[in-house]
């Protein structure tokens, strides 16, 4: 009885074993989109003036005084200067974490536009000229994304082993994302010559005017979707 005990135990073991280290290769190997350690029931904080007026306007303060709440990141803050579509621009140019020149790179990005927009602003002769000029980049910089952002999307789809580009709605998240994409990417192909402020500055000017290249890229994937349109059912299908 006790060599039966024994196998078994052996057995048992072994197999524990391997399915141990198959899990923990797996652990191993997965990348997570974002490293938490609050639950899920936890609420993100809402850190903006703005956010908490329109809480206690709806109401909903109430609601949320009892919920736990993530503390805010290092780049959320409640200041005037903070602003999120700024953050996320400085996000997408920086690489390798070296977020102090993404900043400084967007920054002098802004001085840029201050700068030709104050030119254009003494060069105009009359006040209505005068009055149409933006001066303030970070509004350019929000009018520039708006008028980058693509209204329809182009899905691959397989049907009798024909893969065709279905047209469908996007989603807001994926229209921002798009629009910064290919804005930098648009600024990445500048000449070895241009820095990168220099260059970024002029395309957010000239998408703020609905021109350039990147608003015809959106204008281009819109005319494909209208060319496409026949292939909408295969959505349901």
């Known amino acids: 009885m006790s060599n039966v005990l024994i196998f078994f135990y052996r057995r048992l073991k072994n197999s524990s074993f391997n399915s141990s280290t198959r899990t923990l290769s797996k652990l191993q190997i997965r990348n997570y989109a974002k490293a938490t350690s609050f639950p899920d029931y936890y609420q993100n904080p809402i850190f903006r003036k703005e956010d908490q007026v329109k809480l206690?306007?709806?109401?909903?303060?109430?609601?949320?005084?009892?919920?736990?709440?993530k503390p805010p990141t290092v780049s959320e803050t409640s200041s005037v200067y903070f602003d999120p579509l700024v953050n996320k621009v400085i996000n997408h140019v920086m690489e390798k974490g070296n977020k102090r020149?993404?900043?400084?790179?967007?920054?002098k990005a802004f001085e840029n536009i201050k700068r030709k927009q104050i030119e254009r602003y003494h060069l105009a002769s009359t006040p209505e000229e005068k009055a149409k000029i933006e001066l303030n980049p970070k509004d350019i910089l929000y009018k520039a994304v708006e008028n980058c952002?693509?209204?329809?999307?182009?899905?691959p789809i397989k049907r009798g082993g024909i893969t065709y580009q279905v047209p469908g709605p996007i989603t807001e998240k994926r229209s921002l994302f798009l629009a910064i994409k290919w804005l930098l990417e648009t600024t990445d192909e500048k000449e070895r010559t241009v820095h990168f402020p220099e260059q970024f500055a002029w395309e957010l000017l000239?998408?703020?005017?609905?021109?350039?290249?990147?608003v015809k890229r959106k204008q281009d994937l819109h005319r494909q979707c209208e060319a496409n349109r026949a292939y909408a059912h295969y959505r349901w299908q």
């Open 56 to 69: 206690i306007a709806d109401s909903d303060l109430k609601n949320r005084a009892t919920v736990p709440v």
């Open 149 to 155: 952002k693509p209204l329809l999307q182009l899905q």
């Open 101 to 107: 020149l993404a900043r400084q790179l967007v920054e």
């Open 206 to 214: 000239e998408a703020s005017n609905n021109t350039g290249k990147v």
